[in-house]
């Protein structure tokens, strides 16, 4: 493992990774410094020796972090919330914060799990790379669907997914929305969710919300 410098952070992660990318838009919300080490996931990295010994799922992200490794991307936005100052990823009050976790296991547990890189890869040799495309934004465009009426039905006029700031559902939904602009699926027709996206992104100089990039 990397040596932590000066009690700095160091985040295993890969740059695709939507899971990494929500563990490091929470450090940046928290204006927590870290460092990152790249583990290139479509080349194997995270199956060899030196990821296991990190995190012995070889997945990302791992959090190395007060002397030891933390994993799983709620858990560790979690964890920062208690033990770091800073911007709140949670709001006060229990139903508050239940709806915000919500959420952020609304994407974390349901839609990201069915299209991550093993899955997709098995669909592939399954049925081929048209099957797998399908199947992939199929997945992201229904968990999307659920995703707004759910926001719709706790916050309907937040402007994030729970309130007026970003929250850890914020965190977890913004790297999915780069998954969909990826794969092509459209949610522009999504007023909650095109909300988000124009709140916590510059649509201005890059492609519109749920559109693919050129």
């Known amino acids: ?13 890969y740059w695709r990774s939507s899971a990494s990318y929500r563990v490091r838009i929470a450090l940046n919300l928290k204006g927590i410094p870290f460092d990152r080490v790249s583990v290139d996931l479509v080349a194997g990295a995270h199956r060899q020796a030196e990821h296991l010994a990190v995190n012995p799922q070889g997945l990302v992200p791992a959090l190395q972090i007060d002397g030891m490794v933390l994993t799983q991307s709620l858990a560790i936005m979690e964890y920062l919330e208690e033990t770091r100052a800073g911007h709140a990823l949670l709001p006060s009050g229990p139903s508050a914060r239940a709806h915000v976790r919500a959420l952020s296991l609304a994407v974390a547990c349901d839609i990201h799990p069915v299209s991550n890189l093993a899955v997709l890869a098995r669909v592939d040799a399954l049925a081929g790379a048209e099957a797998r495309a399908n199947w ?10 659920a995703i707004e009426a759910m926001m719709v039905q706790a916050d309907p006029e937040g402007r994030f997914c729970y309130g007026d700031a970003p929250t850890m559902a914020d965190c977890t939904l913004i790297p999915q929305l780069y998954n969909a602009t990826r794969w092509g699926v459209i949610f522009d027709h999504l007023p909650r969710i095109t909300a988000v996206w124009c709140a916590c992104t510059d ?12």
Not at 1 to 13: N, S
């Open 1 to 13: 493992m990397v040596a932590e410098e000066a009690g700095k952070p160091v985040l295993y992660d």
């Open 203 to 214: 649509v201005n100089g890059g492609a519109k919300p749920g559109h693919a990039a050129a």
């Open 136 to 145: 992939n934004r199929d997945n992201i465009a229904n968990g999307l669907k």
